[in-house]
Each structure stands twice: as C-alpha cells, then as structure tokens.
C-alpha cells in the first residue's frame, strides 16, 4: 500500500515537497513514479526514478525544477518540487512497479493521491 502526502496550496514560485511511503510490503527492488492529473486532463507522467536509484527521469515540464529520489531505509520516495508554476496544479499520485517505466500502465500499486494547488 502506497500513502501520498505533503500537498497543499502554494503561490507560484514557492515550493512542496511530496512524500509517498510505502506499507505491507517493501518497495526496495521497485521503480517508483510520481504522476500527476489535472482536471479535464489525462494522467501525466512527472518524475520516476529506478530501484537502484542510478536512473531518474523527470517530465521536461518539471525539469529544472522538480527532484525525485528514494530513501529505501524508510521506504519512501519524495519529490521536491521548486518554483511551482499555476500550471503545476494537479492531483499528485506515487505509483511502483517491478519495471522501470515512464508509462503509468506499467505500474502495480498506486497511492491514493495529494492535492497540490498552485495560485498565481
């Protein structure tokens, strides 16, 4: 089981940092991935980052601005995210996998979401 958190309403240019941790199970040899949907929209891909840590990827949306990594001793993967833009705006979902993707449909267990709101 997948537990997002650490959304909120920010201003534009301000910054959050979303948690995801993870229970039941170890998440430690899984890839984990950070998407996101806004209303009216599909799910987007944001930010995944492999088992190992050794690959991570972002959206070129976030790049620059957003930060995935993995802390396997407290099973969680957070994304820091800087310079928050209105367009940022979206329901935010952890998601793993037993492969490395950038596809959601590639992905087991997902999070139950985290509001993030940016005003501008």
């Known amino acids: 089981q997948l537990q997002a958190y650490g959304g909120g309403l920010v201003q534009a240019g301000g910054s959050l940092r979303l948690s995801c941790a993870a229970s039941?199970?170890?998440?430690?040899?899984?890839?984990m991935g950070w998407f996101r949907q806004a209303p009216g929209k599909e799910r987007e891909f944001v930010a995944g980052i492999n088992w190992s840590g050794s690959r991570a990827d972002r959206a070129v949306s976030v790049k620059g601005r957003f930060t995935i990594s993995r802390d396997d001793a407290k099973n969680t993967v957070n994304l820091q995210m800087n310079s928050l833009k209105p367009e940022d705006t979206a329901v935010y979902y952890c998601a793993a996998g037993a492969r490395y993707s950038l596809v959601a449909e590639m992905y087991d267990y997902w999070g139950q979401g985290t509001q993030v709101t940016v005003s501008s």
């Open positions: 039941g199970r170890t998440f430690s040899s899984y890839a």
